[in-house]
């Protein structure tokens, strides 16, 4: 293996840009290569993950097809350099360190154990899962090591780390010594460094992740290590390893660890908890600079409510967020909250609906399932997280169904911003492809943590517990939907979208999937009624396909004007049923590998011109208005 540093350099040619390498030295290569770095040479084309050579370049790797948020990147640079949790700021700039970057990494087996003080043998960009060609990786393993060694900031001080997501198994060591572990592919973990920290000058981080992506029993969403060479149309390449922000913390000896905070339309309802239970908190409600509520609690206590005078409430037409301080002695952060409700109930027809704020208002949105063809799992920048919900306002819907996924917090952050409703997937264990059935534990425990780790958003108004026949069978299905409205009564549950256990009635959602066209489902007195999947119809763009001519969609059509007029009919037809219908989402925001059926292609360029956006958002407001 060599030691090298290198960057990335974006060309583009004949309309298509490559992100190629530059190395430090010259290398003899052939003058083909794949798309996996690892296998070049025409003899193995047709095991290449496109099934063809790409280019003829100097070296690799090189990502086919990216965003235009990929040519700021580099292995000296710092991908997704912002605060990233926007729900817990403490201090400032000085009080916390990010961690993306270069790191070393090797690919390991099941038995291999790390050699601490020893260089791995390649780098990695962290965030990127390895995957994803901007890791440099792009290539699934199994099992991967992780080190980075840096400069302790805080000598003497507590110090905290903190990981966004990493998939799946994760064990941190520092200095040769385990810190902790965490399972699970979608929350974020923390863990306290001060006790491993020996010198303030080379300190060795050593993570080890084991992710059997769709071979194990834990969910795994859309994710198949087949879609690496075969790609199917609704299955996608994988993404393990580290998939958000790292980054250190300087804390009190005595810290404010979490806080939660539910608005409704008059008052927020608070708690905090601290490393040291028992102590008291004081807290304030601002608007701007104005304190509007205050008062005290106790930490790992009871409850604490806030009256708020004079309301300014959370919705797609004025996303009013207020800031939410917490105090203990020697400790404060700051946080925010929206007043908002979302329930269930008759609207002046008597027709039962969701109610926002106690009003119906139709929802309109589209299916996101935040895949990136250069970062996989990850945006390569704060922007390009903003860019996906700001084409949510720019098409004229006002929601999103975020599915099979859970996103980094800054996400959430923007949709709260700018008053986008997200209904919420619980990710799955999506069909049994290996004969592996999933793991009800696991599940669950992947449930409570999204629910708690996502909990303060305001944007959030429903959570949905199954999609389709994915893995259902496997449960009992009313009870998950049961214990889901009891641990979080703030929100509606849906419980399968467009699935068979749909057909129990239970929970707060009448939820189908028509494809292409959608129809009218009804709703009763104790469902509202919900097209959860609808359209998936598809115009193909040469030059912003992830494999040129193997796009697959549920209705193909011949341009984007096409698409676009095919797209008002179906909002027509939805408008002709709104006596029943409440919500729809359509198939989706952009394509995803092979899945060419967005309104944007897989590189965020949009398929239609200013004049076909105009008369999409202007079909969407009136089904939102009508």
């Known amino acids: ?92 700039d000085r009080t916390w360190l990010n961690l993306n970057g270069k790191w070393e990494f090797q690919p390991a087996t099941a038995t291999q154990r790390p050699q601490f003080g020893k260089p791995l043998n390649s780098s990695i960009l962290v965030p990127f899962p390895a995957e994803a060609c901007l890791s440099g990786i792009w290539a699934n393993h199994a099992y991967l090591f992780y080190r980075k060694v840096f400069q302790a900031p805080w000598r003497g001080q507590r110090t905290l780390i903190h990981f966004g997501a990493v998939d799946w198994q994760t064990t941190v060591y520092l200095n040769g010594k385990e810190v902790g572990n965490h399972t699970g592919g979608y929350d974020g973990f923390s863990l306290d460094l001060t006790p491993f920290i020996t010198t303030a000058a080379a300190n060795e981080l050593f993570v080890t992740v084991f992710d059997p992506s769709d071979f194990g029993a834990q969910v795994f969403g859309k994710q198949r290590v087949s879609a690496i060479r075969q790609a199917d149309g609704d299955t996608y390449t994988p993404a393990s390893g580290i998939w958000q922000t790292v980054w250190l913390e300087n804390v009190p000896n005595t810290f404010i660890e979490r806080v939660t905070i539910l608005g409704d339309l008059s008052s927020f309802t608070v708690s905090a908890l601290t490393n040291i239970p028992g102590k008291q908190y004081q807290v304030q409600v601002l608007d701007g600079a104005t304190v509007v509520a205050s008062a005290t609690g106790t930490t790992g206590g009871a409850k604490t409510r806030l009256a708020v005078a004079n309301p300014k409430l959370w919705s797609p037409d004025s996303p009013f967020l207020y800031n939410i301080s917490f105090t203990i002695d020697g400790d404060s952060v700051l946080a925010y909250g929206g007043l908002r409700t979302f329930t269930l109930g008759p609207d002046a027809k008597g027709v039962t609906r969701p109610l926002l704020n106690g009003k119906f208002l139709f929802l309109a949105g589209w299916l996101d399932q935040s895949y990136w063809p250069d970062g996989i799992y990850t945006a390569p920048s704060d922007a390009a997280l903003l860019f996906d919900l700001q084409a949510v306002n720019r098409f004229g819907l006002n929601m999103v169904r975020l599915h099979q996924k859970v996103n980094s917090e800054r996400w959430y952050y923007h949709a709260d911003r700018l008053g986008i409703v997200v209904l919420q997937d619980m990710i799955q264990h999506y069909g049994d492809p290996h004969g592996n059935p999933p793991d009800p534990t696991l599940f669950m425990n992947d449930f409570v943590a999204m629910i708690d780790g996502r909990y303060n958003h305001p944007c959030i108004v429903q959570w949905t517990a199954f999609n389709e026949n994915d893995m259902v069978s496997h449960f009992d299905a009313a009870a998950v939907v049961a214990w889901a409205k009891k641990y979080d009564p703030s929100r509606l549950v849906d419980t399968d979208s467009g699935g068979p256990a749909n057909d129990l009635h239970v929970g707060d959602v009448n939820d189908i999937h028509d494809y292409p066209w959608p129809r009218d489902p009804k709703p009763s007195a104790t469902q509202y009624a919900m097209i959860g999947e609808f359209g998936g119809v598809g115009a193909f763009i040469a030059g912003h396909e992830w494999w040129p001519r193997m796009c697959q969609t549920y209705l193909k059509v011949a341009d984007q004007a096409a698409l676009a007029s095919t797209y008002i009919q179906m909002v027509d037809s939805l408008i002709s049923n709104k006596k029943d219908i409440s919500v729809s989402v359509y198939t989706q925001i952009t394509d995803v590998e092979r899945e060419c059926d967005g309104f944007l292609n897989y590189d965020r360029t949009s398929k239609f011109d200013d004049a076909q956006t105009k008369a999409i958002a202007d079909a969407n407001q009136k089904l939102i208005h009508a």
């Open 1 to 92: 293996f060599f030691f090298f540093f290198f960057w990335f350099r974006i060309l583009r040619t004949e309309k298509r840009v490559l992100v190629t390498l530059s190395l430090s030295f010259q290398l003899t290569l052939i003058s083909q290569v794949c798309w996996l770095k690892d296998q070049v040479g025409p003899a193995v084309i047709q095991k290449c993950r496109n099934f063809r050579v790409i280019q003829p370049v100097a070296s690799g790797p090189f990502c086919p097809l990216v965003s235009e948020w990929a040519s700021g990147i580099s292995l000296d640079s710092t991908p997704l350099p912002e605060y990233p949790r926007p729900q817990l700021v403490r201090g400032n």
